[in-house]
């Protein structure tokens, strides 16, 4: 963590007092808490899909209320799994198919906060499908926008759930480099971004969020290894990261966080880890490890051809990770998808924001002029004592 300036008055020849402030940066950290899920156990013969184990979790979220944890699957298992606060399994919802509720792949998904509705992408068969908040299969939408599977690129499909505060669908459409704005009917009303590497551009829109403080558009660019943030209209207002492993760097980001301060939360994939950055992009911390074998050499995913989701070795200490890959953020949990081994981990944020000091635009002027010098103190000194009272 950086913090940008401390409070300073400094006094210039004219006999001016200036006062110079800036925003301090606030600290966040992360810690393992638990997980939810697990691996099917492939030696004993049970398979991706029995209840409680997960394929791929490329979809988290967590319901209001109830605080379930929802968790979409695929590699067959084609549902999503759903986990009480503590861990435990209820329920499934959907099964493979291309019917009404059903799903081949399912990849992204998110309540709406407005509705309480639940939307799940749907891979391969080209769609978002919508369920209420008991898991009751509703209608689906987008059906046949979005891209198939491009070349140089192991996903595709629906990537990314998110909504405004007018309870827009945002849904990233991963293939065609664009994100895809719905209304509450589940029209297409508009789009946003294009193919390239330019600002505003974007090549594998992952993770999709949008902040409730500003209605910025908050991007996983996975290919581009950055993040974009977009006003409602899609310009690119801030853009960070490239391809790397130092802190900043990615290797192609997948899921994407927005807190209430705007701290920006990224599940860097291959990388395995979560890097975690300030409202301006600057690097406060990161989470996680490759998953290593006995040998201390990282475990590499499983092959497109492979009959298992998972990696070999399994490596389950808290904070090991086969890539990471879809993100939740609920209060001061975060959750975060190991893709490669079949499970999600849960971590704590301890996000202690320092006390708001006015920017560093706010500069206050104050003219010291002969016998008026020491009045001229005690209202400065008024001032910033009035200011640090009003703030949060």
Do not use: C
Request: aromatic share 8%.
């Amino acid at each position: 963590m950086k913090a940008l300036k401390n409070l300073s008055i400094a006094i210039a020849s004219t006999g001016y007092f200036v006062l110079a402030a800036a925003t301090q940066a606030g600290a966040v950290s992360l810690t393992y808490n638990t997980s939810i899920g697990r691996p099917a156990d492939l030696a004993n013969g049970e398979i991706p899909g029995a209840p409680g184990t997960l394929a791929v979790p490329q979809g988290i979220t967590v319901q209001s209320g109830t605080g379930n944890i929802f968790i979409s699957g695929g590699r067959g298992a084609d549902r999503v799994d759903v986990f009480d606060s503590s861990g435990n399994y209820i329920k499934g919802i959907g099964s493979t198919g291309s019917g009404a509720g059903q799903f081949n792949e399912p990849s992204t998904l998110e309540f709406s906060s407005k509705t309480g509705n639940l939307y799940v992408g749907d891979v391969n068969n080209n769609r978002v499908n919508v369920f209420d908040s008991q898991g009751n299969y509703l209608n689906s939408i987008g059906q046949g926008q979005f891209g198939g599977l491009k070349e140089g690129r192991l996903f595709f499909g629906p990537s990314g759930v998110t909504f405004d505060q007018d309870n827009n669908v945002y849904v990233g459409d991963f293939s065609n480099d664009r994100i895809i704005k719905f209304n509450p009917n589940g029209e297409i009303v508009g789009s946003i971004g294009s193919s390239g590497t330019e600002a505003g551009q974007l090549q594998g829109p992952a993770g999709v969020r949008i902040s409730p403080n500003t209605g910025n558009i908050y991007v996983a660019d996975q290919f581009n290894n950055r993040v974009q943030v977009l006003d409602p209209e899609g310009k690119s207002l801030l853009s960070f990261g490239k391809l790397g492993n130092e802190p900043g760097e990615f290797n192609q980001p997948i899921g994407i966080e927005v807190d209430e301060n705007d701290n920006i939360y990224v599940a860097d994939s291959i990388n395995s880890r979560v890097q975690v950055f300030d409202k301006n992009g600057n690097f406060l911390t990161a989470y996680g490890q490759p998953a290593k074998n006995a040998s201390g050499e990282v475990v590499p995913p499983p092959a497109l051809d492979s009959s298992s989701p998972y990696g070999n070795p399994l490596d389950l200490e808290p904070g090991k990770f086969n890539w990471t890959g879809g993100t939740s953020l609920k209060g001061d949990k975060l959750y975060v998808g190991d893709f490669f081994q079949g499970r999600v981990q849960v971590l704590d944020i301890d996000n202690t924001q320092s006390t708001r000091i006015p920017e560093a635009s706010s500069v206050w002027g104050l003219a010291v002029l002969g016998t008026f010098a020491v009045a001229g103190k005690l209202t400065m000194f008024r001032r910033i004592r009035a200011s640090h009272s009003t703030q949060i």
